[in-house]
């Protein structure tokens, strides 16, 4: 009987153990992972870049299942103008009219599903929770995903509306006769993520 008991322990020891060996957590690298942004308007647009403050993929038999990253609102950069300009512009985006920075200096986004692609442009499918000012929206967009020797990236390029978090400074959906001073509501974001 007690044979039986140790060969059953031994059994839940080794299955436990290839459990956490399949599923693990790995860090997202946030030195060589980043944001990129673009904003458009009537009279043309702006480019910059937000950091990730901090994050984690979730894997299993060397794929990717899931996982979160906080991205760090206080780093908005504009990578187009200098000087006083980009001094303004940052203030601005930074401000109440636009992503009011001082209240929700994070955003978050949390992945509910990763499926495989089809497409001949994306190996993947993401779909997550984003949540900006407080305020969360789900969001599906197509990525590229790898894992390589531990390590996984992925990157994708894709469209926000930016007034389903409430962001509606210059929006023609929301204010009328705003002519060559209307700003797009769509922007689009580029994320290039590493793990370590």
Do not use: C
């Amino acid at each position: 009987m007690k044979t039986k008991i140790l060969s059953i322990g031994m059994a839940a020891l080794i299955m436990a153990a290839a459990f956490t060996i399949l599923q693990k957590e790995v860090k997202v690298d946030t030195n060589s992972s980043q944001i990129a942004w673009i904003g458009e308007k009537v009279t043309g647009q702006h480019n910059g870049t937000v950091d990730i403050k901090e994050g984690a993929l979730e894997m299993k038999d060397g794929q990717v299942t899931g996982g979160s990253f906080i991205i760090d609102m206080t780093t908005i950069n504009v990578l187009d103008l200098e000087g006083e300009y980009k001094d303004k512009l940052m203030g601005h985006l930074r401000s109440d009219d636009f992503f009011s920075v001082e209240d929700h200096p994070t955003a978050k986004f949390t992945i509910t599903s990763i499926n495989k692609s089809e497409a001949t442009d994306a190996t993947h499918f993401i779909a997550g929770d984003l949540t900006i000012k407080g305020i969360t929206n789900k969001i599906t967009f197509p990525a590229n995903v790898s894992v390589e020797n531990g390590k996984a990236n992925a990157k994708a390029s894709f469209a926000l509306d930016r007034t389903k978090w409430q962001v509606k400074y210059g929006s023609g959906s929301f204010f009328d006769g705003l002519g060559d001073k209307m700003i797009y509501d769509d922007f689009e974001l580029t994320v290039n993520l590493s793990s370590l």
